[in-house]
Structures are given as C-alpha cells and as structure tokens.
C-alpha cells in the first residue's frame, strides 16, 4: 500500500512521523509533494519517502491520497489531479473546512472519501482524530483509512456538524494545553525552579492525570475531589483558579475558537 500526501506541512509531517513511528507501511511508500520543491524533497531525502515530481504523478502512484493544503488552494489542486483519482482509491483531508459534499463535487461523486481533522499529538502516537466518511467508504476500505489514523493515536467517527466542536476542543487545544502546561512551570520558576525542572515536572504531571483519568472510567471532578482533602491545600487552590476566573476562562477560549472556526467571530 502507498500512502500520497499533497502538502507537507507541519500536520502533514506530524501524520508522517506517527507512520513511521508505528511502522505502518515501509518509508518509502510514503510519497509527498508540495508547491516548494526544496522542502518535499528535502523532507523525503532526510526520511526515505519518495518524492513526486507533480501532484499528478503523486495521486496516480499512491492508494490513499491525502490532501494536505491550506483550504484556499483545495479545490485547484483537487482539479489538478481529479482524472487520477480513479474509484479504486481513497481520498483522505485533512483540510478544514472543506465538507465532504464539496470534496465529492470537486473529484467523483463515486470516489471514497474520508473527512479528518486530526491533530499535531499525531508525531507522537498521541494524537486525537475525528473522522467522517462518505458512503462510498465502506468495508476495508474504510478499515484502512481508519487503521491510518489509529497508527497516529485516537479515531471518533463524528457528524460533519459537530467538526468545529471538535477541532477546539482537541486541535486548537493542544496549545491550550500547552499554555496551561506553561503557566505551571512558570510558576514555579517564581517559587524557585529552573524553567526545565518545573516544565518537566509540570508537562509530566498533565500527562499522568490524562492517562489516569482515562484508565479509570471516572469523571474529572471526581478525581478532583479525590485529591483535594477537607481544609487541605489543594482545595485552596482550586478555589481561588475558580475566584480568579478559570472556568470561565477556559469556556470563553473555546467559545472563540469555535466562532472564529464558523465565521461568527465578532
């Protein structure tokens, strides 16, 4: 199987290494082209993929093609190498804002198509994936372009509809996360930490709290609960995050980001 990726930006290259770090398919069965020849080229020398010359070229060698552009130049390249895109492939994006029903209308209404928004976790096996797929994939075609993403991390099968909701929430929220992440060593370098002791012990601490809240089926806040002890320090904190508008904070953030996703943003 050969794996065509139109665009090799930062996602593209976080897919990419997720790949090659599970072994999914042998290097060189990754192929890559973009509008910069020096970086597709650069990039597939330094990783054994293969480089095309042409997105055309590109799409005709490859099984599942992934689109991989910035959404204002999807539907040009789309025109570009719609004759290759033959029903015996799959179309995988990773644009956003692009529906399924306008991927259909620029290729074949017959093609199989699978709508992604993953996210940059992907590099490192750690990534979180909402995917749609048209009705034309089904059975193991679809297994594949899911087994895609599940090499990279997580997949949810979600509604179109729901997408912007997904992409705050896990997309954008990576930086979210890493602000977060952020402010904690940073306050701990005000208490006496060197910046790399209290990122390391702060990056650590939110990446163990992930991991068991996840392990143990239970709710956020029950978790809370089980640390913060009655009159305890914990407690304290987490009261005066709340007086100083944490919640809110966070709800707003992404308030934003799904308005600006959408077009509201005011």
Known sequence: MKIGFIGVGAMAQA??????????????????????????????????????????????DSDLVVLAVVPAVAGDVLGEVRDQLTTEKTLISIVSGVSLSRLEELTDYNLAILRS?????SEFGQGMTAVAANENLTGDKKKTALALFAATGEVSELPEDQFAIFSAISGSAVAY???FIDALSRAGVKYGFSKETATKVAAQTTLGSAQSLLASGQTPAELIDKVCSPGGDTIAGILAMEQAGFLNSVVKGIDATIDKSTGNAK
């Open 117 to 121: 928004l993953p996210n940059i976790n």
């Open 177 to 179: 996360v890493d602000f």
């Open 15 to 60: 897919i990419i290494q997720g790949l090659l770090r599970a072994k999914f398919v042998p290097a060189e069965n990754i192929l890559v082209h973009s509008a910069h020849k020096e970086n597709y080229e650069n990039y597939a020398a330094q990783y054994g993929l293969t480089a095309k010359a042409t997105n055309q070229a590109l799409a005709a």
